[in-house]
Each structure stands twice: as C-alpha cells, then as structure tokens.
C-alpha cells in the first residue's frame, strides 16, 4: 500500500511545479497518445528520456517514481502468463508438451510493460508537480469549451479533484485499519484460503464505512460553504498561461510528431 503514489502532491520549489496545470495536462495527454504508437523501442527510449528530464527538472526523486510502477510487477507477470498460453510467434525457447514459452509471447509482454510504465511515470509527474485546486482549475478551463454542448466542466473537474485527492487519503486509512486488525490477533499473510478471506473482509467493511462518512463529511463541508452544482462561480486564481508553458507544450508535441515520423515515416 505505500508504493500507491498516484495522487500525492510532492511541495518542491522548481520549473515543473511552477508551471500551468493546463499545459501540463494537455502535455500529459499528448506524450500518452504518443506512447500508443508503434515507433518501436527507440521511440520508448525517446519518450523515457523526456519523462527522466521532467522528473529532474521537478526535483523529484527516481525513488519515489519507482514506488509507483512497483504494484505493476505483478500485472507484468500475469499478463507473461497469459501472452505464454496464446501467442506461438517466434522461437520457441522451452515447453513441456504442447506448451511453450515463445519469444514472440516475451516481445508482445515488454511491448505492453513498457508502455504501462510509462504512462505511470508521465501521470506520476503530474500529480506530483500539480496541487488539488490547481488540477482543479485546469480540468475545467480545458473542458470550457465543451459547456456549449451542456458538458458540466466545472463538476467533471471537482470529482476528478476530489478522487485524486482521497486516494492517499483512503491508503492511509488502509494502513490504519491493517494495524488495528493485526493488534487484535487479526493475520492477514498466514492461514488458510478461507481465513485470509475472512481477514480481507474484516479490512474491507471499516474500510467502506470510514469512506462513506468521509464523503458525508465532504458534502455537509461543501454545503455549509454555500457550494452549488451548477450555479455561476467566481475564482481568486486565474490561470494565465506564460512562455514556458508553451516551450513545455511545444515540447510535448515534438515528441508526438517524432513518434508518428518514426511509425509511419522513417
């Protein structure tokens, strides 16, 4: 539970931090398209040099983005499994009757590792460099535009906001429960399929009620404040985009026009 770091803001004083949310997540969604490209594994090593300059620029430690690609491990593993019993491309390296591990299956599972880890490392830049609110405003100021078509830009932002914001919260309150169950004789590594069970379940349900009562406290705070679904809103913050902004957005499109020359071009 502690190597989940999607959502937690990392308060550094550098470049990236200082940045426009807007062009941040309008980078963010242009390197993910990006990755989707087939431009081979020069272009997976391209798009990892970009996203290492962001994490230096940032300040941010490799650490602490390795934490989270970490519960992905186990996603890679399943899906070598998987890839082993379905693709028969290639080699065939070793098998025990009709199976067989071919290199075909171990190419099409680095290929799909690969690119998953990327798009965490690139996600990971952004909640880490860009505050709730901040996060907040930008959603909405890039959904604007799509209020015309009666889009509610301004409530689509704040549940983003607020699921972000509560991820930590509710990893925290994990850690707090395990602990008070294994204080109580509660084991959830040894035992039997059944008492493992048991012991999720005795995690899950404190779990679920401790997030409904955050989210009621939430709304009677939100309601107390005045806040209505809907209605006109004025802001303190008015989100201004600057020259490095767009040097950082120009940046991100280079990098998408590399990976379509590399894929269909060169």
Known sequence: MNNITLGRYIPLDSPVHKLDPRAKIMAMLIMLV???FPAGWLGYAIIFAVATCVILIGKLSFSYVWKSMKPMLFMMIFLLIVN???IKDGIRLFGIGKWGLYTGALSQTAYIAVRLLLMIMI???LTATTKPLDMTLGIEDL????TVIHVPAHEIAMLISIALRFIPDLIDETLRIMKAQESRGVDMKEGT?????VAILSLIVPLFVSAFQRAEDLANAMEARGYAPGEPRTRYKILKMHSSDWLFLAGACGVLVL???LAYVI
């Not at 959904?143 to 799509?146: I, K, R, S, V, Y």
């Not at 399929?193 to 069970?197: A, L, S, V």
């Open 34 to 36: 990006a990755i989707f």
């Open 84 to 86: 082993s019993f379905v």
């Open 123 to 125: 996600t990971t830049c």
């Open 143 to 146: 959904l604007q535009p799509f």
């Open 193 to 197: 399929m059944k008492e493992k069970i």
């Open 259 to 261: 990976m379509i020359l």
